[in-house]
T-cell receptor, first 115, second 115 residues
Framework: GNSVTQMEGPVTLSEEAFLTINCTYTATGYPSLFWYVQYPGEGLQLLLKATKADDKGSNKGFEATYRKETTSFHLEKGSVQVSDSAVYFCALSYFSGAGSYQLTFGKGTKLSVIP | GAVVSQHPSRVICKSGTSVKIECRSL??????MFWYRQFPKKSLMLMATSNEGSKATYEQGVEKDKFLINHASLTLSTLTVTSAHPEDSSFYIC???????????FGPGTRLTVT
């Protein structure tokens, strides 16, 4: 089956520190990979995505590269800000038997950035 | 960007009563809406997929008679938790897939507490 494993949180960093949140996946076929972010009190928002191997998704200083050989999609940012404090979800999209694409999520990693 | 709203954001109800949660896509049409349940420190679990005008497709282990889903229009889906019990207490999140782009947008979630 399809599954996503991401590092347990919470993660606490000082402002301007380097961030890595690990994500690995198990899937049949070739899924698309996503990172979603959930800010306090808000819904999930798509942060970045990659649709095929070696693709790099990037947005707001965050990056993740689709690594088929290691089945990974680690999220990185070179210098975090307090405003990056949120919960981050890694997810994969697969084509279900019902004729629709569905998302499978990791458990989420809470990031707190302190000044 | 596209917005998905949920109402109510929080609800407390007594055991044995029913609760309805609304999910609306505010500025786009959504042929497909998804309902997720999120447990503390766990990933979002897909409960069901609903397509406008047809019956919802429930994931394995989700009681369709307990979690009634109606997707009556391209902008509204409802989840009714019938005869709620304390174990139904959870965070319920809806998501809507845009008709044109196929992007998936998430609502802010509804916190249900059954006493």
């Amino acid at each position: 089956g399809n599954s996503v494993t991401q590092m347990e949180g919470p993660v606490t960093l000082s402002e301007e520190a380097f961030l890595t949140i690990n994500c690995t996946y198990t899937a049949t076929g070739y899924p698309s990979l996503f990172w979603y972010v959930q800010y306090p009190g808000e819904g999930l928002q798509l942060l970045l995505k990659a649709t095929k191997a070696d693709d790099k998704g990037s947005n707001k200083g965050f990056e993740a590269t689709y690594r088929k050989e290691t089945t990974s999609f680690h999220l990185e940012k070179g210098s975090v800000q307090v405003s990056d404090s949120a919960v981050y979800f890694c997810a994969l999209s697969y084509f279900s038997g019902a004729g629709s694409y569905q998302l499978t999520f990791g458990k989420g990693t809470k990031l707190s950035v302190i000044p | 960007g596209a917005v998905v709203s949920q109402h109510p954001s929080r609800v407390i109800c007594k055991s044995g009563t029913s609760v309805k949660i609304e999910c609306r896509s505010l500025d786009f049409q959504a042929t497909t809406m998804f309902w997720y349940r999120q447990f503390p420190k766990k990933s979002l679990m897909l409960m069901a997929t609903s397509n406008e005008g047809s019956k919802a497709t429930y994931e394995q282990g989700v009681e369709k008679d307990k979690f009634l889903i109606n997707h009556a229009s391209l902008t509204l889906s409802t989840l009714t938790v019938t005869s709620a019990h304390p174990e139904d207490s959870s965070f319920y999140i809806c998501s809507a897939r845009e008709l044109d782009s196929l992007r998936q947008y998430f609502g802010p979630g509804t916190r249900l507490t059954v006493t």
